[in-house]
């Protein structure tokens, strides 16, 4: 399928060090976005790489994508407290339905 | 980017029953999905909400256990039908904007627990 898979599925870390979560998928895209979700709540967009981009930052965030890998990484430096939650990436395969799929999500906790 | 209220945000029901949920919109949306994320899972497609006509059903999801209706550019109903406990998860509506090349924006979720 064209799910993404997440590695690891839980990382546990002290604030201020980083976290890295890594997101593998089988076929291509059109894009693909990472989001936050805090206790099974809404989920909160993060950030958006298109197939013919390698890297994107936002905040304390950095996003890479090698297609000839198909995999992705999202990097949260300097992590607080607050950062703890489940981190999904979802893969758009483009055409006309737009949907997404989603990975099976890493839980990120970071320990004050 | 959009904002959306989905209601309920918690029900529980008895099983047998129905439960219709609401998403409303603040501005006109092409692209409206529902969502299920069963305890501890991730988010599974239920179907795209075409405005003004009939879902389009991911596999596994049948129109007589989750009628969608989509009146308009900026209101859709999810409705649980005939509910087991099976049917214990959350609900999350999701909209875009334009041609998919933004983030999406989910609705805060409909917690639902079938006993």
């Known amino acids: 399928s064209q799910q993404g898979e997440e590695d690891p599925q839980a990382l546990s870390i002290q604030e201020g060090e980083n976290a890295t979560m890594n997101c593998s998928y089988k076929?291509?895209?059109?894009?693909l976005q990472w989001y936050r979700q805090n206790s099974g709540r809404g989920l909160v967009h993060l950030i958006l790489?298109?197939?013919?981009?390698r890297e994107k930052h936002s905040g304390r965030l950095r996003v890479t994508l090698d297609t000839s890998k198909k995999s992705s990484s999202l990097l949260i430096t300097a992590s607080r407290a607050a950062d703890t939650a489940s981190y999904f990436c979802?893969?758009?395969?483009?055409?006309?339905?737009?949907?997404?799929?989603f990975g099976k999500g890493t839980l990120l906790t970071v320990n004050p | 980017s959009a904002v959306i209220s989905q209601k309920p945000s918690r029900d529980i029901c008895q099983r047998g029953t129905s439960l219709t949920i609401q998403c409303q919109v603040d501005?006109?949306?092409?692209?409206m999905f529902w969502y299920r994320q069963q305890p501890g899972q991730s988010l599974t497609l239920i179907a795209t909400?075409?405005?003004?006509?009939?879902?389009?059903?991911e596999s596994g999801f049948v129109i007589d256990k989750f009628p969608i209706s989509r009146p308009n550019l900026t209101f859709s109903t999810l409705t649980v039908s005939n509910m087991s406990p099976e049917d214990s998860s959350i609900y999350l509506c999701?909209?875009?904007?334009?041609?998919?090349?933004?983030?999406?924006?989910f609705g805060s979720g409909t917690r639902l627990t079938v006993v």
């Open positions: 999701s909209v875009t904007l334009l041609s998919g090349n933004y983030g999406y924006t």
């Open positions: 076929t291509s895209i059109n894009n």
């Open positions: 790489i298109r197939s013919n981009e």
């Open positions: 979802a893969i758009n395969s483009g055409g006309s339905n737009y949907k997404l799929t």
């Open positions: 501005s006109q949306v092409t692209m």
């Open positions: 909400a075409n405005q003004g006509s009939e879902a389009t059903y």
